[in-house]
């Protein structure tokens, strides 16, 4: 038993340790996303995706782990959880400190990651909503009603067909 929770205990590490890669990454992110740097922000994009990977590697491991364990201590794999899991080890308080600790930085790391990520996601938000407005800003200008420019003619001066600068397109 006591090799299957060393084991748990290694992936959760080496999740972890993704986890805070992840992270790492949602900052630098952070920095692409205010500093316009689309090219920037799709390498950044990929790295996180190669972490995701690995990380996915590591969530079958670790799931085979907590089956192992799961049979051992005769329980339902899908309801242990890390909790429950340090609460049947209370006889060896070893492991169920051991099991504590990583609960808690895996715990802390993905509260992090969680933070990071709102905050790019309400920051892409924004950015998309200013381009919006901008590509709003500029059809207006262009579709913009023309006004205060007539000459003494009574033609709108520079307006196509009415003599200014502008040409007549006979095809329409």
Same mark, same amino acid.
């Given at each position: 038993?006591?090799? =299957?929770?060393?084991?748990? !205990?290694? *992936? %959760? #590490? /080496?999740?972890?340790? $993704? ?30 995706? =190669?972490?995701?990977?690995? !990380?996915? *590697? %590591? #969530? /079958?491991?670790?799931? $085979? ?108």
């Amino acid at each position: 038993m006591a090799s =299957l929770i060393d084991t748990l !205990i290694d *992936v %959760l #590490e /080496k999740e972890n340790s $993704e986890y805070e890669e992840v992270f790492r990454l949602s900052m630098e992110e952070t920095g692409k996303i205010v500093a316009r740097d689309l090219d920037g922000l799709a390498n950044v994009v990929e790295r996180i995706q =190669l972490v995701v990977e690995r !990380i996915n *590697v %590591l #969530e /079958k491991k670790r799931a $085979e782990a907590t089956d192992d364990i799961a049979c051992v201590l005769s329980k339902d794999a899908s309801t242990l959880t890390l909790d429950k899991l340090s609460g049947l080890l209370a006889k060896q308080k070893s492991e169920q400190a051991k099991i504590d600790a990583i609960h808690d930085k895996l715990k802390n790391t993905l509260s992090n990651v969680q933070k990071v990520n709102d905050s790019n996601q309400a920051l892409l938000n924004e950015s998309l909503e200013m381009v919006q407005f901008e590509m709003n800003l500029v059809q207006s200008l262009r579709n913009a009603p023309q006004t205060a420019n007539y000459s003494g003619t009574g033609y709108v001066d520079d307006a196509p067909g009415y003599g200014g600068s502008g040409s007549f397109d006979a095809k329409q």
